[in-house]
Nanobody, 125 residues
Framework: QVHLVESGGGSVQAGGSVRLSCAAS????????LAWFRQAPGKEREGVAK????????WYTDSVKGRFTISRDIAKNTLYLQMNNLKPEDTAMYYC??????????????????WGQGTQVTVSS
């Protein structure tokens, strides 16, 4: 079992920055993928950024490339999402997620078994 707790959300003006944190506990060595997802009102949940837990490989959805950075502090068992140059369309509930053993393509969206409770990010224009 893995327990995830997000923090760092809030309200910011367009062009501003926010850093989200996700503290992990439990069976950390079993984690193969880490990710941030978001869900805006009336929209489906979407993957925002992913990171291979052992390879360090990363993936970003097109709309955040060059603005968001996913990183990990192994010593602190914490995942981060640095979000710069925020836009109103980035407004959503952000969730961190972790995947253990999975099937299919690399860190695919269906791989994630463990989820945090979410943290709201609101970007005003």
């Amino acid at each position: 079992q893995v327990h995830l707790v997000e923090s760092g959300g809030g309200s910011v003006q367009a062009g501003g920055s926010v850093r989200l944190s996700c503290a992990a506990s439990g069976s950390i060595p079993s984690i193969n993928c880490l990710a941030w997802f978001r869900q805006a009102p009336g929209k489906e949940r979407e993957g925002v950024a992913k990171r291979g837990a052992h390879s360090g490989d990363t993936w970003y959805t097109d709309s955040v490339k060059g603005r968001f950075t996913i990183s990990r502090d192994i010593a602190k068992n914490t995942l981060y999402l640095q979000m710069n140059n925020l836009k109103p369309e980035d407004t959503a509930m952000y969730y961190c997620a972790a995947a253990g053993t999975y099937s299919g393509s690399w860190c695919n969206d269906g791989a994630y078994r463990y989820w945090g409770q979410g943290t709201q990010v609101t970007v005003s224009s």
